[in-house]
């Protein structure tokens, strides 16, 4: 058995399948996940203060908990602040430098969680949809706040952003933080990007493209979780299956890439060594 990494997913613990998403996942041979907390909202509601991320991250590392024991490796937490929460904080009231400071605060609890704590690894970014510049510009501090954070307790970072291919801006700003660009991740790239990591959603074409590159890159299904939504993203068995298909396409070394390699230089996860023997 070698390792299979999902390198972004959301189990929902409240409402959703959780750790039985997690079995199946292993059943189709995956190893290792990366669970991202599910936005605050969709979790514990409106969130006011520390104390509502905290819930929320507590409630992801006791599900992520759950899952690793279903897997023959293991699963680490990545927590953090969904960027959609600062329009959801403008249209109840907030100001966009108030939502800025609050999201701010949630993303130093989820570095407590990396520092004296289970997690991997801490996500921002920004919206993915047309803002007005003020939200642009509190969105961009948020993120470079989580750059900050991610170089103090020395832990990577991943990134919801809008769609695109050169985010070479972005990992300068990452670097003038003190955290390098190879800790950047930028979550459901769609093919290889300039500047952060590319975590490639599991498409067949996106793929083929980050293996027929030289460059690092991990693989994700940005499973949902959501009884409400079944079938609107890809499923817990996807990264496996694409796995199987790369290897028919003889792509073995990127499937070592993507899977040991990069996971390593990333996270620091040694996905062989944490791998029961099967
Ligand atoms: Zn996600």
């Avoid at 796995?243 to 003889?250: K, P, S």
Wanted: glycine share 10%; aromatic share 6%.
């Amino acid at each position: 058995m070698s390792p299979i990494l999902d390198n972004h997913l959301h189990l929902n613990p409240v409402n959703g399948r959780g750790a039985a998403a997690a079995e199946e996942f292993a059943r189709a041979g995956g190893t290792h996940l990366l669970v991202v907390n599910k936005p605050s909202w969709s979790l514990v509601g409106e969130v006011d203060d520390e104390a509502g991320f905290r819930e929320t991250f507590d409630l992801t590392v006791e599900v992520t908990r759950a899952a690793s024991e279903t897997l023959p490796g293991r699963a680490w937490p990545v927590l953090g602040v969904h960027p959609a929460l600062v329009s959801r904080l403008v249209d109840r009231g907030y100001t966009p430098e108030g939502a800025r400071d609050l999201m701010q605060a949630g993303l130093d609890v989820a570095g407590e969680y990396v520092a004296d704590g289970p997690a991997l690894a801490i996500k921002s970014g920004r919206p993915h949809y047309d803002v007005d510049e003020g939200v642009w510009e509190a969105s961009n501090a948020v993120m470079r706040h989580a750059f900050a954070v991610g170089a103090e307790v020395g832990c990577p970072v991943q990134l919801h952003t809008e769609a695109g291919d050169d985010f070479g801006t972005v990992a300068e700003w990452a670097e003038a933080a003190g955290l390098p660009a190879g800790q950047v991740v930028k979550h459901y790239a769609e093919r290889p990007i300039t500047g952060p990591v590319a975590s490639v959603i599991g498409r067949k074409e996106g793929l083929r493209a980050a293996a027929e590159s030289n460059d690092p890159f991990l693989m994700e299904t940005d499973f949902i979780d959501d009884p409400d939504r079944p079938g609107a993203v890809l499923g817990p068995k996807t990264v496996p299956r694409r796995v199987n298909w790369l290897r028919e396409e003889g792509y073995d070394a990127a499937v070592r890439r993507a899977h040991v390699e990069t996971p390593a230089a990333v996270y620091g996860i040694d996905t062989e060594g944490t791998l029961a023997d099967a």
